[in-house]
């Protein structure tokens, strides 16, 4: 079964960073789309960035433009998002998601586009 480890989460003060981690199990991420997610109490899950392997192309969301990274490793078998000058209003559980670049794009990468998922793991902003 083909599975994504998320981890990395935490409780961060304004202004601080965290990096988030998600590692595939049982496959690579060589041709996949891979999208960050996130979903705060209350709210609709947003898109917050996505990586394309074949091109190494990325695209954010406004919200996080600028702060927040995404990247993968050599081996494709990570991809990671680098957070910084975190907000309180960054604050949610994100989640990862991988498909193959042919049925999940960068371009909108909607939830219902990506069949694997990591679990979600809690990002919490408060000083």
């Known amino acids: 079964q083909l599975q994504l480890v998320g981890s990395g989460g935490g409780l961060v003060q304004p202004g601080g960073s965290l990096r988030l981690s998600c590692a595939a199990s049982?496959?690579?991420?060589?041709?996949?789309?891979i999208a960050w997610f996130r979903q705060a109490p209350g709210k609709e899950r947003e898109g917050v960035a996505c990586l394309t392997d074949s091109t190494g192309s990325t695209v954010y969301a406004d919200s996080v433009k600028g702060r927040f990274t995404v990247s993968e490793n050599n081996a494709k078998t990570r991809v990671y998002l680098q957070m910084d000058s975190l907000k309180p209003e960054d604050t949610a559980v994100y989640s990862c998601?991988?498909?193959?670049?042919?049925?999940?794009?960068?371009?909108?990468?909607?939830?219902?586009?990506?069949?694997?998922w990591g679990q979600g793991t809690q990002v919490t902003v408060s000083a």
């Open positions: 049982r496959f690579t991420l060589a041709y996949h789309s």
């Open positions: 998601a991988a498909d193959y670049e042919a049925l999940a794009n960068c371009r909108r990468y909607e939830p219902g586009d990506f069949g694997t």
